[in-house]
């Protein structure tokens, strides 16, 4: 099993474009989170799915969207990138909810 | 010993002596509790989970206690080496579909 795979690994955006940053699962798990963290700090919420179709916001939704149409993939979309975004954004997923959950190695978004 | 640094707590131990990672959590609801281990430049990596019908547990030198009364979750770490040098989350699961992470506490090992 890979894993949780997530691409890109970096990138850097002007303000006002858009990217979709992948997740990617082949663990068969149902629920699939994305979280962000700034330098120095904890992991912060933005969005989380507990099964194909179903997505619900988390902490700090606003500036993002998502979708879950397979049980496999879970992108996080940005569509008009500002310098708050700046961050490194990971994403989990974990069988059910009363199990750890498995982290992809990150992305690094710089918006400049 | 312990202080603050800019963002995170830091815990700095000399190498060979034994570590202990403190958390406290903040609902009485939880009822499975995990411990991150998170090095620089990578994803948060499991180290150690406990449910709350239990007290302790251990694993290969790490050990977690856990005190429901006081809410508080300790990460134990015997004979720190180099490479445990990370920053150290707790994260508590409240009967929800998601988890609450901890802040983190960076440990520092050095020789």
């Known amino acids: 099993n890979a894993g949780v795979t997530q691409t890109p690994k970096f990138r850097i955006l002007k303000i006002g474009q858009s990217m979709t940053l992948q997740c990617t699962q082949d663990?068969?798990?149902?629920?699939m989170y994305w979280y962000r963290q700034d330098p120095g700090m904890g992991l912060k919420l933005i969005y989380y799915?507990?099964?194909?179709?179903?997505?619900d916001k988390g902490e700090v939704p606003n500036g993002y969207n998502v979708s879950r149409s397979t049980t496999e993939d879970f992108p996080l979309r940005l569509e008009l990138a500002a310098p708050s975004q700046t961050s490194v954004y990971f994403c989990?997923?974990?069988?059910?909810?009363?199990?750890?959950?498995?982290f992809g190695p990150g992305t690094r978004l710089t918006v400049l | 010993g312990e202080s603050v640094g800019l963002h995170l707590p830091t815990l700095s131990v000399q190498e060979g002596d034994n570590s202990i990672i403190n958390c406290a959590y903040s609902?009485?609801?939880?009822?499975?509790f995990i411990w991150y281990k998170q090095e620089s430049g990578k994803g948060p990596q499991f180290i150690i989970d406990?449910?709350?019908?239990?007290d302790k547990r251990q694993g290969q030198r790490v050990t977690v206690l856990l005190n429901k009364t006081v809410k508080h979750l300790s990460l134990q770490i015997a004979a720190t080496q180099p490479g445990d040098s990370a920053v150290y989350f707790c994260?508590?699961?409240?009967?929800?579909?998601?988890?609450?992470f901890g802040t983190g506490t960076r440990l520092q090992v050095f020789p």
């Open positions: 663990m068969n798990h149902n629920y």
């Open positions: 609902n009485s609801a939880s009822d499975y």
């Open positions: 406990i449910r709350s019908n239990m």
């Open positions: 799915s507990v099964g194909a179709g179903i997505t």
């Open positions: 994260a508590e699961n409240p009967h929800t579909d998601k988890l609450i």
């Open positions: 989990a997923s974990v069988r059910d909810s009363s199990g750890e959950q498995f």
